[in-house]
């Protein structure tokens, strides 16, 4: 139902912008709601003052800016579009979903036109489905790179990841890199031996196939490399640039940790692309993904509001607007004269990006439950005692992948709990696929208890703080809710979901 309705606004939508393009006016007070990110909030709330203040058509907006972070933003919109933001913006591996649920209105003729003729053919790909667009391009930087201190690691290292492992344990400092709870980070050792993940759906968006060479003898290249860099006791797997002030000598990230490495390192920050790894006698440059974030309007009933939104949107996405973004967060342009500035040019971080973007891959749609999948092969690599055990790694993930196209629909339907709220005394469960797990490795199951109501099996003990979210399928693709649930008190309880309105709830034993 929410699907219909959310599609019934949207046929709306694209006939009230022929009306409002036919002479309606746009004058009026609009009471609105922006989600961006928190970083950027109170400079939305600026940005849109200032739209009030210059735009000639006397359109005025009450708006109301909240912070939700561009990968929760999709899941609150999906979940109910008429209580979602008018204008949000979210990463580009939500788009098709958004596209699909009805969340996210396509553009009108005008609209389209200003996107293709003002942002990187990559990004205005990025927001087209088919012949249309639907969103508005905001970034061109969401991929990673190497941050490090210049007093530990000279300038003439960065380009070996060997080099850079024997400078952080010679001074007994870290070395960032997510290797064994993200799989995003991961596959850059794949990509850098020439390995694939590429997915297929139809046109309903059912993912129905997988093109996956990790599992190959360049697959085994690229686990062996990694391996160097997960067995030294410097390693740390984290991508937060603030581990400069946890002791960390270099820290792969991106664009948006610049201002935080700056503000702890000073001139003795250093930025460059990702290294290369040398196996048997050969060198192979680390991979990354890449991609961008986006803007979507809502569709709306109302043609004059959806029309004065656009308008907004396209003044929130502009070169200005853009710049701003840049030189208050040096987030990375999509309007191509941005990109084109003296400023932007210089900047370190992005200099670097664009360094990597040769060895980058755009990030396509990608099955939720990869990403699970995925992350566990650096565990699986630090474990493996010699050649046989990597391979066995690599088998244990194709194999995984390969479940996923013979999932039986109880599975696929399913609600399941995953989260850190297993830990405490001992608890452990069976997952699916008959493995003990704990700590967001694997799911917890539920039972269905009514005709949308779902409980978990059984109740456990949890501290405070714990955090988890209800999922899908075993897949990222349907998660609850956006931000993790936090247990606020300690005590035993089972999970309770409501998969009609996404509520996420404890009850005591």
Known sequence: MKKFLAM??????????????????????????????????????????????????????????EPVSEADAATQMITDVEAGADIF??????????????????????????????????????????DAIYAYPLTADNGYFLYYDKTIIPDEDVDSLEAIIADCEAA???????????????????????????????????????????????????????????????????????EFANGAAAVVTGTWDYVTVEGILGDNMGVADLPSFEVEGQTYHLGSF???KLMGVKPQVDSQKAAALNKLAQYLTGEDCQMERFEARAWGPSNVAAQASDAVQANPGLAALLAQSPYSIPQGQIHGSWWDIAKVIGDDVKAAADEDGLKQALQNYEDKISSLFTMSDDVKYAWTVIGTCNLTDGFFYTDYNNETRSNWSEDIPMVKVSAS???????????????????????????????????????????????TTGEVSLTAE
């Open 8 to 65: 019934l606004l949207a046929m709306i939508m694209v006939l009230s912008m022929a009306v409002t393009a036919n002479g309606e006016s746009l004058e009026g007070e609009y009471d609105i709601t922006i989600w961006v990110a928190e970083e950027i909030a109170d400079l939305t709330r600026q940005q849109v003052e200032n739209f009030n203040d210059d735009n000639e058509d006397g359109i005025y907006f009450n708006a109301t800016v």
């Open 89 to 130: 913006c979210f990463a580009q591996d939500q788009f098709a979903r958004l596209v699909q649920a009805g969340a996210v209105a396509r553009l009108g003729k005008a609209a389209s036109d200003f996107v293709v003729e003002n942002n990187a053919a990559g990004v205005v790909a990025a927001a087209t489905s088919g």
């Open 172 to 242: 007994q400092k870290y070395f960032a890199f997510e290797m064994q709870s993200s799989a995003w980070y991961l596959a850059s050792f794949f990509f850098g031996t020439g390995c694939v993940s590429e997915w297929v759906t139809d046109e309903d968006g059912e993912f129905i196939e997988v093109h996956d060479t990790f599992n190959s003898p360049q697959g085994l290249i690229a686990v062996k490399g990694m391996k160097k860099l997960v067995d030294s006791p410097f390693h740390l797997s984290s991508s937060s640039g603030s």
């Open 290 to 292: 890449n991609g961008c």
């Open 453 to 499: 109501e779902w409980k978990t099996e059984q109740a456990w003990d949890m501290e405070a703080g714990v955090q988890f979210k209800v999922r899908q399928g075993l897949s990222w693709d349907n998660a609850f809710p956006a931000d993790n649930f936090v247990v606020e008190e300690a005590g035993t309880y089972y999970v309770l979901f409501n998969e």
